[in-house]
Every structure is written in structure tokens, then in C-alpha cells.
């Protein structure tokens, strides 16, 4: 996990420097472009989290009410 922080920061450190020669974004201040690109970086944290365990949680409760489900119906057949 800190090799992907040490990553994200030196992408963070080219990107500051080319933003710095572009002229268009000098409007910009650091704080904003900070502020976006940790918000970025955390989205892209969890996109690889949910790619890397496959289902979200809430797909693997639903799997697992429905699996209740079924259980349920086998023993009302059972008991009848």
C-alpha cells in the first residue's frame, strides 16, 4: 500500500511541474489542485479494491439473503 502512496505522489510531483509550465492552469491554486487530485487518487484506490475483490458488498448481501432465501423454501418443503 505505501508503494501505490509513493507512486500517486510522484505522479502528483510531475503533474504539479507541468502544470506549472502550462499557462492555462496557473488561474489555478495548488490548495484546489491538491484538494482534486487526492479526491482522484481515493476513487481510484477504490476502483482498484473493488476490481481486485471482485463483487461489492452489497451484491455479496444480496447473494447471501437470497441463499436464506432458498434455505427457507427447503425446510417449509421438508416440514410439509
Known sequence: MNQVFDLLFSCFERIVAVMRSIEIFSGVD?????????????????????????????????????HKAEERAKRKHKGG
Open 30 to 66: 495548488l490548495l484546489t489542485f491538491s484538494i482534486a487530485v487526492v479526491i482522484m487518487s481515493i476513487v481510484i484506490v477504490g476502483v482498484l479494491n473493488v476490481v481486485k475483490t471482485g463483487p461489492t458488498n452489497a451484491q455479496g448481501y444480496y447473494k447471501s439473503e437470497k
